[in-house]
Structure formats: structure tokens, C-alpha cells
């Protein structure tokens, strides 16, 4: 009694394992009939190169063949081979569908979004409006495109932003005069008396010149001048010899280098260009003008004991003087300033 039923025992136990055996190893029948081309599969191939290059892979549209001959060394993939190009579970660097643009397809590698995902990254636009960056994806673009005003004429010359190079012509800001307005005067050799220090070369008082001083714009018909922000033509004899009420005619009717607000200069933006330590012409040395001659310019500055002079600057040596203004001196256009 106690042999048979160990018998029956393990009769259960033998068949709980096949149908166990049975279960894991799913439908064991062929899907179809080898001369049938639906029960075709990839082949090892097939998987190493949809996972090596992304090739589509092609099953046999007829019937299955025998090989002629087993597999040789080399011509086909193991499975540690295709495993090695299996995707691997990256919880610190794998990507989220947040951080993939809304509706582009991934494989995620995090755990919870793992396998094939959809991104959910919203597409956003800079606005003009805000200096707030809110996180998404942007498409490219120029700044100058999100906001017009972004141009080289409304940043400060001396500043640049966003790679665009300022080029607004004022005394504050880009010109450096703000709060210390008046500039050295170019003379660097002392000439003090033996009582002591006191010179203007030995002292050299006053706002540094930047370097360089002048920077020819890319219309190289233009000057521009580091120290005050003002911008000079180039030229320094445009229209030759001429009259105080013409000189201001022709600067104000002037059109160069793309702008039209030309003047003709104060006195004070006219001494500006004036180096105490050179003479014929008084200007800084290594300056980029053309034609400046050391001789009278006008300024747009009446003399007031004498409305009918003007002040003029006399570039031989640095002068100023005061000229009538039926008189003839040279002219030299000016934009910018405050």
C-alpha cells in the first residue's frame, strides 16, 4: 500500500512539473506550416542589426530551406553579442519623457518609464516682454528676431550684449565722461619748476583715454571716439573751407554712413579732440582721420560779447579763438552726445 502510493506521489509531482514546464514555455506549435511563409522569424541577424544600425530586418517570404552547411565562425551573432547592444537601465543620465520634446519617441532608460515613451517637453517662445526663461524646449532663433530693439543703436557704445556691439553716441554710459567729465590733456612729460612738483605732465590729471582712444567704425567713413562717445567724420576737410551759417547748413543736411543727424560740434565737444601734447595737428597721436589740417575749425558756439563771431579751435596748436562769421575756417561734422 505505502509503494503504490508513493508511486501515485510521484506521478502527481512528474506531471505538475510538465504542465509547469508547459506553462513557462507558452504555445510550443508552429504558427504555420514551414512551406507556409507566416511561420517565418528574424534571425539573430536581424536582431544584432535592428539594435547595431537600425535596419529594418526582412522574414523569409517563402518557403523555409535547409541549410546546405552549419553555421561557421563569423558568420553569424551570438546572444552576448546582441545583449552588449541592449539598451541598460540609467536612473542618474537617462531621459524622462519631460525632458524630450512633446511628441518626439525615445527609449526611456529611468525606472517607471522604461521602454519605448513619447515626450512631453512643452515648446516655448522668448518673449520681449519678460526676462523670465521658462524651462522647454525653443526653437532656434535670433534675440534681434524676439526683440527689434535689441540693435547696436540703442546699447551704449562701449557695451556690448548678446554679441551685438553698442554704438549710442552719449557722454554717459558708453563714453566713460560720466562723473568725471573732464579728461587728461595728453601731456605726459613734466615741466616743473625747481620749487617742486605741480605740472600738468607731472601730474596728469584727469579722466584716463581709453585704448584706443578712436575706433574707425565698419562704414570707414566714421570715427568713433572711446573717450566721449562722440562720432566724427572721418574726413577732416568734407566740404573745404566755408562760412559759419553755411558750415551748419551743410552739417545738418550731411548724410553719411547711414546717419543724418550730423552737426556741427560745441566748443567743448570740438576741444575734446584737442592733444596738449602735439601740435600740427594738436590731436592725439595715432589717430585714424583723413585731411585734418592745423588750421581754424568752426564751432557752433557764438561768441557772446560779439554775436556775430563764433568760437573756432585752431588745430596748429590747440588754440581757441573767436572768428567772424562771414569769415571762412574748415568744418568737421559730429553725432552723438547729450
Same mark, same amino acid.
Given at each position: 500500500m505505502k509503494n503504490k502510493l508513493s508511486r501515485l506521489a510521484w506521478s502527481v509531482i512528474l506531471l505538475t512539473g510538465c504542465c509547469s514546464l508547459c506553462v513557462m514555455a507558452g504555445n510550443l506549435d508552429s504558427s504555420a506550416a514551414p512551406d507556409n511563409s507566416g511561420s517565418a522569424m528574424y534571425t539573430l541577424t536581424d536582431l544584432y542589426q535592428r539594435l547595431n544600425a537600425g535596419t529594418t530586418g526582412a522574414k523569409r517570404s517563402g518557403s523555409f530551406s535547409q541549410p546546405s552547411q552549419g553555421p561557421t565562425v563569423g558568420t553569424m551573432y551570438t546572444l552576448n553579442q546582441i545583449m552588449a547592444l541592449m539598451p541598460v537601465r540609467d536612473d542618474s543620465d537617462g531621459a524622462t519623457t519631460a525632458n524630450v520634446l512633446s511628441g518626439k519617441p525615445f527609449w526611456g532608460l529611468t525606472e517607471g518609464q522604461w521602454g519605448p515613451r513619447t515626450g512631453t517637453m512643452a515648446t516655448r517662445t522668448l518673449s520681449p516682454g519678460s526676462t523670465t526663461v521658462a524651462s522647454g524646449y525653443y526653437a532656434a532663433t535670433s534675440l534681434a528676431t524676439v526683440?527689434?530693439?535689441?540693435?547696436?543703436?540703442?546699447?551704449?557704445?562701449?557695451?556690448?550684449?548678446?554679441?551685438?556691439?553698442?554704438?549710442?553716441?552719449?557722454?554717459?554710459?558708453?563714453?566713460?565722461?560720466?562723473?568725471?567729465?573732464?579728461?587728461?590733456?595728453?601731456?605726459?612729460?613734466?615741466?616743473?619748476?625747481?620749487?617742486?612738483?605741480?605740472? &600738468?605732465?607731472?601730474?596728469?590729471?584727469?579722466?584716463?583715454?581709453? &585704448?584706443?582712444?578712436?575706433?574707425?567704425?565698419?562704414?570707414?567713413?566714421?570715427?568713433?571716439?572711446?573717450?566721449?562717445?562722440?562720432?566724427?567724420?572721418?574726413?577732416?576737410?568734407?566740404?573745404?573751407?566755408?562760412?559759419?551759417?553755411?558750415?551748419? &547748413?551743410?552739417?545738418?543736411?550731411?548724410?553719411?554712413?547711414?546717419?543724418? &543727424?550730423?552737426?556741427?560740434?560745441?566748443?567743448?565737444?570740438?576741444?575734446?579732440?584737442?592733444?596738449?601734447?602735439?601740435?600740427?595737428?594738436?590731436?592725439?597721436?595715432?589717430?585714424?582721420?583723413?585731411?585734418?589740417?592745423?588750421?581754424?575749425?568752426?564751432?557752433?558756439?557764438?561768441?557772446?560779447?560779439?554775436?556775430?563771431?563764433?568760437?573756432?579751435?585752431?588745430?596748429?596748436?590747440?588754440?581757441?579763438?573767436?572768428?567772424?562769421?562771414?569769415?571762412?575756417?574748415?568744418?568737421?561734422?559730429?553725432?552723438?552726445?547729450?
Open positions: 526683440d527689434p530693439d535689441l540693435t547696436a543703436g540703442n546699447i551704449a557704445t562701449n557695451v556690448t550684449l548678446f554679441g551685438i556691439a553698442g554704438m549710442a553716441e552719449t557722454n554717459s554710459g558708453g563714453g566713460g565722461a560720466e562723473g568725471a567729465p573732464v579728461p587728461k590733456t595728453g601731456q605726459t612729460t613734466s615741466y616743473t619748476p625747481p620749487s617742486g612738483t605741480g605740472s &600738468d605732465g607731472n601730474l596728469q590729471m584727469g579722466v584716463e583715454w581709453p &585704448d584706443p582712444r578712436f575706433t574707425v567704425q565698419s562704414d570707414t567713413n566714421m570715427v568713433l571716439d572711446n573717450l566721449t562717445g562722440l562720432m566724427w567724420a572721418r574726413n577732416g576737410d568734407l566740404p573745404g573751407s566755408s562760412t559759419w551759417n553755411s558750415a551748419i &547748413d551743410y552739417c545738418n543736411s550731411l548724410d553719411c554712413g547711414g546717419y543724418d &543727424d550730423w552737426r556741427l560740434p560745441n566748443m567743448n565737444e570740438l576741444l575734446s579732440l584737442v592733444a596738449y601734447n602735439r601740435y600740427n595737428p594738436a590731436i592725439p597721436s595715432g589717430h585714424p582721420f583723413n585731411n585734418v589740417s592745423g588750421v581754424k575749425y568752426w564751432s557752433s558756439t557764438t561768441y557772446p560779447q560779439n554775436t556775430t563771431y563764433a568760437w573756432c579751435v585752431d588745430f596748429l596748436n590747440g588754440t581757441i579763438q573767436t572768428v567772424a562769421k562771414t569769415s571762412t575756417s574748415k568744418v568737421w561734422p559730429v553725432r552723438g552726445g547729450e
